[in-house]
């Protein structure tokens, strides 16, 4: 069974860089032909795709924050990470990473609570 973990801080302020890690066990972050993503959940709001890492290593991302987005993988570590640049307090949300298919998701982190205040 494959699991995912968040970690990351909870509080940032605005201008900074975000840095969120998913550990990934129970499969590979290069098996095929799997997509491993960050979704997030403003409150109140519903699910906002983020951006996704394939199984190749290429990279997807929302267009409307692929200016300060990007997804790397550390493949001896099982891990993906996501950089969010210059957040301000729209980026307040639940960042949850997730594993899919081409076709289906599948599997869920539990999330993890990201503020942006000052």
């Keep these: 069974q494959v699991q995912l973990q968040e970690s990351g801080p909870g509080l940032a302020k605005p201008s900074q860089t975000l840095s969120l890690t998913c550990t990934v066990s129970g499969g ?5 032909y799997y997509f ?4 997030r959940q ?5 699910l906002e795709w983020v951006g996704a890492i394939a ?3 290429s990279t997807y991302y929302n267009p409307s924050l692929k200016s300060r987005t990007s997804i790397s993988r550390d493949t001896s570590k099982n891990q993906f990470t996501l950089q ?4 301000t307090p729209e980026d307040t949300a639940r960042y949850y990473c997730t594993r899919r298919s ?3 998701m599948m599997d869920w982190g539990q999330g993890t609570q990201v503020t ?3």
Excluded: D, E, F, R
């Excluded at 491993?36 to 979704?39: H, L, P």
């Excluded at 969010?84 to 957040?87: A, F, G, T």
């Design 28 to 32: 590979s972050v290069t098996a095929n």
């Design 36 to 39: 491993w993503t960050w979704i």
């Design 42 to 46: 403003p409150p109140g709001k519903g």
């Design 55 to 57: 199984y190749s290593g």
């Design 84 to 87: 969010l640049s210059s957040v």
């Design 102 to 104: 081409i076709t289906a």
């Design 116 to 118: 942006v205040s000052s």
